[in-house]
């Protein structure tokens, strides 16, 4: 289906390992219709070739601002102006970082700086650059200036960490892509409030009784939602999962703090779903120290 028909998609690709998965992800979006060009950033030479990158765009592939021959017709201005969209996956923590503060030392961000359409980037790298405080004001930074944020994912990572920080999977970003180029907005002007994840519920200060639950459908049923126009609000236990993008977050760990937050959050919402695997249980008095 070409659901991305005569679309000009300018993909950004900044070093990391998930690079490797940037030419399955050019494959699925001129499947779908898009006319894809590529610029590499010099670290993203390191993980993928620029040929590898043309033969399954077929286009050429732009990497140096400085370029004599691209620009003797202002190449970087010309990319700007031709792209529908600016897609940076992988955007690792160092572009997402020289976005943020508006550099245009290189290539990509030049042309970020010189086109007026919408960029979205995927972030990917090690779960604590990811949680490091520098980069989540980044991002922040980044959702201010109208930036779109594709994930990012959870789980493994190369560097054997567990955590969030991992590149969405290609037809992932394909989906998210196309729901940028056809919004279906029906909920707009609804207020949404989902529950979601596992609760804790103490025994004492080291033990408590929870269950499996990783809050996925709770927080896709959230990202659908905020995706079709509403306002949403998510109340969560503790899960690894990485907030949607436009989506307000509230985080607790016990049935009791998912009750009252509920409440609270239902009376000025027009629908609520639960979705979270509340504890069934919980001891009738909390041991104020460790048991033995």
Not at 92 to 112: E, K, P, Q
Not at 248 to 277: K, N, P, W, Y
């Amino acid at each position: 289906m070409q659901t991305l028909a005569d679309k000009r998609i300018l993909l950004g690709i900044s070093g990391g390992i998930a690079a490797y998965k940037s030419a399955d992800l050019v494959r699925r979006l001129t499947e779908r219709g898009a006319d894809v060009r590529v610029i590499l950033t010099s670290a993203a030479q390191e993980f993928i070739t620029p040929l590898t990158l043309q033969a399954v765009s077929g286009n050429p592939v732009s990497h140096s601002l400085l370029d004599p021959a691209a620009e003797a017709a202002m190449g970087h201005i010309e990319l700007a102006k031709w792209a529908d969209l600016i897609l940076i996956a992988p955007a690792s923590a160092d572009v997402i970082a020289r976005l943020a503060h508006g550099l245009a030392n290189d290539l990509l961000t030049t042309c970020v700086l010189a086109s007026s359409a919408p960029v979205a980037v995927a972030p990917a790298m090690n779960q604590q650059m990811y949680k490091n405080i520098a980069t989540q004001k980044n991002l922040a930074t980044l959702k201010e200036h109208n930036f779109h944020i594709f994930g990012p994912g959870v789980g493994a990572q190369a560097c054997g960490d567990t955590g969030a920080g991992r590149m969405l999977e290609p037809l992932e970003l394909v989906a998210l892509t196309e729901q940028l180029f056809s919004p279906v907005k029906n909920l707009q002007g609804l207020h949404i409030t989902i529950t979601a994840g596992p609760t804790r519920e103490a025994i004492d200060p080291v033990r408590y009784i929870s269950n499996h639950s990783s809050g996925k459908m709770g927080f896709a049923l959230a990202q659908a939602a905020a995706a079709m126009g509403a306002k949403v609000t998510l109340i969560s236990g503790p899960v690894q999962l990485a907030t949607p993008a436009g989506v307000t977050r509230i985080d607790v760990q016990s049935a009791e703090q998912m009750h009252q937050a509920a409440l609270s959050a239902a009376v000025q919402s027009d629908i609520f779903i639960g979705c979270a695997a509340v504890a069934d249980y919980r001891v009738a008095e909390i041991a104020a120290d460790k048991l033995k």
